[in-house]
């Protein structure tokens, strides 16, 4: 796509979490911090909520790969599932053998063997799940009842629940007090402030392999903050789309118009003051210039014999 255009080794605005691109903003490190400091001295449940695209999933994947070896993990990255379901996910990434038939008491004891083997080696078993807004109430149950196998002095098993603020809700009703009552350290999310988005754009830029100043002024992103709110997934949304345009008019420096024309362009972003003046004309900026990224796209495939 533009690539070759600017310079750059691959894609900077994937919506993909990539934990290469990790910015390292305030709340990010927050989080972490509080997620390590919890884990580490052993408490049974910890939560992490924040808004759609406010980078739940990157400090997910994150603190996946950067835990000690003093721990043994399993990830439920889809927790829409029945409390049988999630038992049997559960099992899967521990490495148990669940029997067919198997029913909830049989599963304690084969669940609790595993959590004891574990703790004999000197490690802290913990189950992460992502997006947990979405478990049904049974299974947050079910999941509160796993967490009671313990010794005399610890857990067997901490969990740690990353979710949208919907999950607070879903946490505070009277019928799911008792796990509320567990989670020890939370820690919610905040959004980029128009600064941390110019840093943030500058520094995925970087790691994609752009070297030179300027490419994404201060006004640009400042308009990108109106529009997006500082969540992250929609600045990426709003500077691919804006690359794009920069490709398709074969220009090297990314302006309000083209910002503009990405905002109108996109349903997640707010409108922002003088959008409604550049409404007709952004729009058909995007179309066209998109059209001709398009074409050239097109045109180098059919040189290079791609669709030979």
Request: contains cysteine; proline residues 4%; glycine residues 6%.
């Amino acid at each position: 796509m533009y690539l070759y255009h600017f310079g750059i080794k691959e894609l900077p605005f994937t919506l993909t979490p990539n934990t290469s691109y990790y910015f390292g903003l305030p709340s990010h490190k927050e989080a972490i911090e509080v997620l390590s400091t919890a884990l580490k001295s052993g408490e049974g449940f910890i939560k992490v909520t924040g808004e759609v695209g406010a980078g739940k999933t990157l400090i997910c994947r994150k603190l996946l790969n950067e835990l000690p070896d003093g721990f043994v993990t399993a990830y439920i990255p889809n927790p829409y599932l029945s409390p049988a379901e999630l038992r049997r996910s559960v099992a899967a990434e521990l490495n148990v053998e669940l029997p067919e038939g198997t029913d909830q008491q049989e599963f304690t004891q084969l669940i609790q063997q595993r959590l004891i083997e574990i703790h004999k080696q000197h490690k802290n078993a913990v189950l992460i799940i992502d997006e947990a807004q979405a478990l049904p109430d049974e299974s947050i149950e079910a999941l509160r009842l796993m967490t009671n196998l313990e010794t005399e002095s610890q857990k067997l098993l901490q969990v740690v629940l990353f979710g949208q603020p919907e999950l607070d809700q879903k946490l505070g009703q009277p019928k799911l007090r008792q796990l509320l009552q567990r989670i020890t350290f939370s820690y919610h999310l905040k959004l980029m402030s128009a600064d941390q988005v110019y840093q943030y754009v500058r520094h995925r830029m970087s790691v994609a392999g752009y070297r030179i100043e300027g490419l994404f002024d201060h006004a640009c992103c400042e308009l990108m903050h109106k529009a997006s709110g500082g969540t992250p997934r929609i600045v990426n949304v709003l500077c691919h789309k804006a690359l794009m345009l920069a490709y398709g008019e074969g220009v090297h420096k990314i302006t309000k118009a083209h910002v503009l024309a990405a905002i109108d362009d996109t349903e997640a972003a707010k409108t922002v003051s003088n959008k409604g003046v550049f409404s007709w004309f952004s729009r058909h900026l995007f179309n066209a210039a998109s059209v001709v990224a398009l074409l050239c796209m097109n045109i180098a495939a059919t040189e290079t014999g791609w669709f030979q």
